[in-house]
């Protein structure tokens, strides 16, 4: 899951080398989209599993793509070329009016999400795993590995790799880039709102404001993988989410015995954030990449 | 009136103009070159001619339409194609990418544009899924002309193609350029090479501080002293 | 009028103007719905303040007068100095004739969060580094003061001790995030010091034994001055002046000493080289600038701002709690350096003055706070990135910049 926000991260990034501090927002806003067409096929013959969760990630899918485009085109695209903290900000007031305008159109409060696949397909002692659980593993890979080939094999993937290298020379190769990046912010968004909606479907309860720390972690999951870099961003995702609970439960374990760490683990993702700056800030499958100005 | 016509043509980067009341004509199957010293405006004129910069002022005609407001892809698909000064192939992708890339706007390449590319280039061919950042300077610089020539252009603007090759593979270029020129395409090129440029060429400007001081035929402007002086060494 | 003589009644003229104007707009009835006769009094009163500023801001300048004011300003800092103070002095006092202590408390706030705000501008606005998280320095430093005061004892003086103390541990903070950051583009503080308000704020939530949690610490310490503790009332001739007063005006001195020290530092060495830091790093290199150092000094000398404010804060309010230093806050903050200007300091002073009072009285918009903040932000770096009050520096390489 932290892989497909990080996806998003990466995409933009790795395009118009900007941090989309929206995106958190993108991701909730994709699962209260979900969530809505979930409770509009509840008691319909649509309700289950089979018909309703495929309906509800293709239209959020596809209203959270028009979302992250129109974000693009009022709030990125007039800075593109100005100072880069510019654009930084202007993504950040983004990020606080999406958050906020969710807030005051949905409630402060946590808004339960329906359970769908939730029977256990193994259970062995404590441990259970659910359907969810699979079909969460199944979609992700799946849609990052979709994803992939795009970027890799098709024109418009080739369009945004070229992009990504060199703006000019991909103009004078007759590539639009307005129409790419806004291509990149529909599949960015709308692996978003995948995200968005497994999110609900693992914890049964989304807010307005959980975008804000998942978009943090993510945000690490990219760096973690190496920033720009799909694939590192996938990898990156797994081993984030991985580390995220084993850590607390080896700190909490003999010998280190402290139960407290578990009030602490969110700050385990950030932990590991400093750390890869400091150690190896191009991550796990990153190039070499030299700062640039 | 010429395959290009340009006709008072101001442009610059948004501040004072680089580019002044330029006048400029390519004409069908003619190789035309432009010469300059550095910051002269070339590489801006190029620029300004492809899309990549707006013009400010003044027209650019193609074929008798009227090009200066259209962006790049539209000129592409009128039949202008570029080999950008310093190469800039993709080198995070493949050869065969970056001819891919050449034909964007057609479906990303005809099959018999491959064929003829790689004829061209027979190292090419051999590289094909080698990444561009691998390839020699000479190598990059065949890849560019490759890519340039994947759209089929009417037209090719070269930007200095000879800049940091050594003297054989500059001769190797200048041949292909020749054998282009014979299949019909217009040839634009800006060169510091003088002396090989204005003997290909058939007509020649002089570009200096942004505006056009000489022009004529390439063997006049050959024997021209003040041409004489500043760019072919005395 | 001839101009010298303009200028100098302009210097005087142009602040107690805005103290009047200030004076007016808190004496507009609150606008707390859409409901009440007094609402759309408020409302009224608001639209004409809103129209008087306007009015008289465009009437100035079409009469060069502005120019002139920035030039008289720049030619007799004393005096302009001087005029500012003056009224900013008079502020709580013509307040408390009219019995309007709350606003005196808002007026201590608000200047609190002038320091933060050009504290913050001093990391963003100079040295274009981008910091989301500055309430976590804020925090630290109220917290700081907080623990110390309530765990160790209430020392008479002590508190004195813990303003340098707050800067220092709060710079320290700042310089264990910038370190690993350094090496990298901007883009990477932003996040990491947008993590870190995070981290900051659930170790003051969870560390139940240090900073008693979500319940947070209360009676913390108060500034004294001998055997005198500000907080008590003081009469002064027929003047009555309550602890909120007495605040007011020590607070007033260190955000006087905090512009004061940022305008030095904007105009000296360091302040050049973060300007040439910001605009291009690699030239700056190349001059010679230690940008590594530049950079953690600018994070360590506006953390150290935030940890300053943070004391004052705390021992105003007696009482802090993790909510006062959330990622609102930061935003908060962030949004007077971005609406002043940023690199603008008289820009963060007005707009950490305007956005503490404006919410007051638009009670019926609290709620759309941040969503105005946020819009705010995406507009201003669209249409005015140089904010409302852009510095002269600024002002130049915006306008010569192509496009």
């Given at each position: 899951m932290y892989a497909l926000v990080a996806l998003g991260y990466t995409l933009v990034y790795g395009i118009i080398e900007l941090i989309n501090f929206a995106h958190g927002e993108i991701v909730t806003f994709g699962a209260f989209v979900g969530l809505a067409v979930l409770a509009a096929l509840a008691g319909t013959p649509l309700s289950a599993a089979a018909t309703a969760l495929p309906a509800a990630f293709l239209v959020s899918m596809a209203v959270t793509a028009l979302l992250g485009v129109t974000l693009e085109r009022f709030a990125y695209r007039p800075l593109r070329g100005a100072d880069r903290l510019m654009a930084l900000i202007s993504a950040l007031g983004a990020s606080i009016f999406l958050m906020n305008a969710m807030m005051l159109a949905i409630g402060r409060d946590s808004k339960p999400f329906p359970a769908y696949l939730s029977e256990p397909v193994l259970q062995r002692g404590d441990l259970v795993v659910r359907q969810l659980d699979l079909f969460l593993i199944g979609l992700t890979i799946l849609l990052c590995a979709l994803l992939d080939l795009f970027v890799r094999r098709t024109r418009i993937g080739r369009a945004m790799r070229s992009v990504a290298q060199d703006q000019e020379a991909a103009r004078m190769c007759g590539v639009s880039v307005n129409a790419t990046v806004s291509i990149t912010f529909v599949l960015g968004s709308a692996m978003g709102a995948a995200a968005g909606i497994l999110n609900g479907l693992y914890y049964g309860v989304i807010r307005f404001d959980m975008g804000f720390l998942l978009g943090i972690k993510a945000f690490t999951a990219a760096v973690l993988g190496g920033i720009g870099n799909?694939?590192?961003?996938?990898?990156?995702?797994?081993?984030?989410?991985?580390s995220e609970s084993l850590i607390p439960a080896i700190l909490a374990a003999p010998p280190f015995s402290v139960p407290e760490i578990f009030d602490y683990k969110d700050a385990v993702a950030f932990g590991i954030l400093i750390l890869v700056l400091m150690v190896k800030p191009s991550g796990i499958l990153g190039e070499e990449v030299p700062e640039k100005a | 009136m010429g395959l290009l016509d340009v006709a008072g043509l101001t442009s610059g980067y948004g501040g004072p103009p680089v580019l002044h009341d330029i006048d400029l004509t390519v004409g069908e199957s003619e190789w035309v070159t432009l010469l300059g010293a550095n910051a002269?405006?070339?590489?801006?004129?190029?620029?300004?001619?492809?899309?990549?910069?707006?013009?400010?002022?003044?027209?650019?005609?193609?074929?008798?339409?009227?090009?200066?407001?259209?962006?790049?892809?539209?000129?592409?698909?009128?039949?202008?194609?570029?080999?950008?000064?310093?190469?800039?192939?993709?080198?995070?992708?493949?050869?065969?990418?970056?001819?891919?890339?050449?034909?964007?706007?057609?479906?990303?390449g005809r099959a018999e544009d491959f064929d003829r590319v790689y004829s061209l280039f027979p190292r090419m061919a051999e590289r094909r899924r080698q990444k561009a950042g691998t390839l020699?300077?000479?190598e990059q610089q065949m890849l560019a002309l490759g890519r340039a020539l994947m759209s089929r252009p009417r037209l090719i603007l070269l930007d200095e193609p000879s800049m940091g090759l050594a003297p054989k593979l500059v001769a190797e270029v200048f041949a292909l350029l020749r054998g282009i020129l014979t299949e019909g395409v217009s040839i634009l090129l800006v060169e510091q090479n003088a002396k090989m440029a204005l003997k290909s060429s058939a007509r020649a400007y002089v570009l200096r501080l942004g505006r056009m001081v000489l022009s004529g035929s390439s063997a006049d402007l050959a024997e021209n002293p003040e041409v004489r002086q500043a760019y072919l060494g005395g | 009028m001839n101009g010298p003589r303009a200028a100098t009644w302009l210097l005087w003229a142009g602040p107690a103007f805005v103290l009047a104007w200030v004076l007016g707009f808190l004496l507009t009835p609150e606008v707390r719905g859409l409901a009440e006769p007094q609402d759309f009094a408020g409302l009224a009163g608001l639209a004409a303040l809103a129209a008087i500023a306007w009015c008289a801001w465009r009437a100035l300048d079409r009469r060069g007068l502005l120019t002139v004011f920035d030039e008289a300003r720049h030619r007799a800092p004393a005096q302009f100095g001087l005029s500012v103070l003056l009224c900013a002095a008079v502020f709580p006092l013509i307040l408390a004739q009219l019995g309007k202590y709350y606003w005196i408390h808002v007026g201590a706030l608000s200047l609190i969060y002038v320091i933060l705000a050009v504290g913050l501008n001093l990391v963003v606005g100079f040295a274009g580094l981008l910091v989301i998280g500055f309430a976590a320095f804020y925090g630290i430093g109220a917290y700081a003061a907080a623990i110390v005061t309530t765990e160790v004892g209430d020392l008479p003086h002590m508190i004195w001790l813990l303003i340098p103390a707050a800067a220092v541990l709060s710079a320290?903070?700042?310089?264990?995030?910038g370190v690993p950051t350094l090496r990298l583009r901007g883009d990477y503080l932003a996040i990491v010091t947008l993590g870190f308000g995070e981290i900051t704020r659930i170790v003051f939530t969870n560390w139940d034994t240090l900073t008693r949690g979500p319940r947070g610490i209360s009676g913390v310490g108060s500034f004294q001055i001998g055997g005198w503790n500000l907080m008590h009332p003081l009469d002064v001739g027929p003047l009555r002046l309550d602890g909120d007063t007495q605040y007011y005006y020590l607070i007033l001195a260190a955000a006087l000493l905090g512009v004061f020290l940022a305008h030095r530092l904007n105009h000296s060495r360091i302040g050049r080289a973060w300007v040439a830091m910001r605009e291009d790093e690699l030239a700056a290199r190349s001059f010679g600038i230690d940008v590594a150092r530049c950079k953690i000094l600018a994070f360590a000398i506006g953390a150290a701002?935030?940890?300053?404010?943070?004391?004052?804060?705390?021992?105003?309010?007696?009482?802090?709690?993790p909510t006062s230093f959330s990622f609102l806050e930061s935003v908060l903050i962030l949004s007077m350096v971005v609406l002043g200007g940023m690199g603008s300091l008289s820009g963060s002073v007005v707009a950490a003055v305007l956005l503490v009072i404006l919410p007051e009285k638009l009670q019926m918009l609290r709620d759309y706070r941040m969503l105005i903040f946020g819009l705010l932000m995406i507009l201003l770096m669209i249409v005015r990135p140089q904010g409302l009050i852009p510095s002269r520096r600024r002002m130049l390489e915006l306008g010569s910049r192509p496009g």
């Open positions: 799909l694939r590192g961003a996938v990898v990156g995702g797994f081993v984030l989410g991985i | 002269a405006g070339k590489t801006t004129l190029l620029k300004t001619l492809i899309g990549v910069l707006p013009a400010a002022s003044g027209a650019v005609r193609l074929n008798g339409r009227e090009i200066q407001a259209l962006p790049p892809e539209e000129r592409l698909r009128l039949g202008l194609a570029i080999v950008p000064e310093g190469r800039r192939v993709f080198t995070r992708m493949t050869v065969q990418e970056n001819l891919q890339m050449g034909a964007h706007l057609f479906g990303g020699s300077g000479g | 320290a903070f700042g310089v264990l995030l701002y935030a940890g300053v404010a943070g004391v004052f804060f705390g021992s105003l309010q007696g009482f802090v709690d």
